[in-house]
């Protein structure tokens, strides 16, 4: 069976410093990847998907980046937090298109 | 733009009763749509989906309705139990896309 393991599960960071979140999936090859950002009083959004190693597409213009290093490791990155990248950070992945999305437990970011 | 709108931020109601919760969607070429459930500090976890060649999916307690004139559709959980209380994402996603596109979310609380 497939699995998506997400860590930290908490972290707190002060304004500038920079940020580093794994997200790897096992039990499956080749899957797309995503990074998702559910911010206080908000909904899902959408920050990068990658459906193979070294393609990332991104969403949103922000000073956050991904990369996809392995088939199933996908890495969220900052090199200067703003207090406005507060939110809980959700890693998923999918088959393919039209599928459905499987989520990691998410991180709960706080940058004071 | 948001394209996929959950109007109503929470929803009450009582234990056995029937719960609806609602959504409406713009892109009229989104083919494919999902429902998520997500309690507090945990990812969301998938509950039912529906192709936009269907109008009725049925689960155990959960149903999605699919109006396509209507860009409308609905999801009835049938009784409502307690353990049902926690926010109800509506997603949907175009054909040949990766990326699934989320609404903000229902609070729903079921009062024993």
């Known amino acids: 069976s497939q699995t998506i393991h997400q860590w930290p599960a908490t972290l707190v960071q002060p304004v500038g410093s920079p940020l580093s979140l794994e997200c790897t999936v096992e039990?499956?090859?080749?899957?797309?990847l995503y990074w998702y950002r559910q911010a206080a009083g908000r909904g899902l959004q959408l920050l990068f998907y990658?459906?193979?190693?070294?393609?990332i597409s991104s969403e949103v213009p922000q000073n956050l980046s991904a990369s996809r290093p392995q088939d199933r490791q996908f890495i969220l990155s900052s090199k200067k937090l703003l207090l406005s990248d507060s939110g809980f950070y959700l890693c998923?992945?999918?088959?393919?298109?039209?599928?459905?999305?499987?989520f990691g437990s998410g991180t709960q970011l706080s940058v004071l | 733009d948001q394209q996929v709108k959950q109007n109503s931020p929470s929803l009450s109601v009582q234990e056995g009763r029937i719960s609806i919760l609602n959504c409406d969607y713009t892109?009229?070429?989104?083919?494919?749509f999902l429902w998520y459930k997500k309690y507090p500090a945990e990812g969301p976890t998938f509950l039912i989906s529906?192709?936009?060649?269907?109008d009725k999916n049925e689960d155990g307690r959960f149903t999605v309705f699919l109006n396509k004139s209507a860009k409308h559709l609905s999801l009835h959980i049938v009784p409502s139990q307690p353990g049902d209380s926690a926010v109800y994402f509506c997603?949907?996603?175009?054909?040949?896309?990766?990326?699934?596109?989320f609404g903000k979310g229902t609070k729903l609380t079921v009062n024993p």
């Open positions: 998923a992945w999918s088959w393919g298109v039209n599928e459905k999305l499987f």
């Open positions: 039990g499956t090859s080749n899957p797309n």
């Open positions: 990658s459906v193979g190693i070294g393609q």
């Open positions: 892109n009229s070429m989104f083919d494919y």
């Open positions: 529906i192709s936009s060649i269907k």
């Open positions: 997603a949907a996603s175009q054909g040949g896309s990766e990326k699934l596109v």
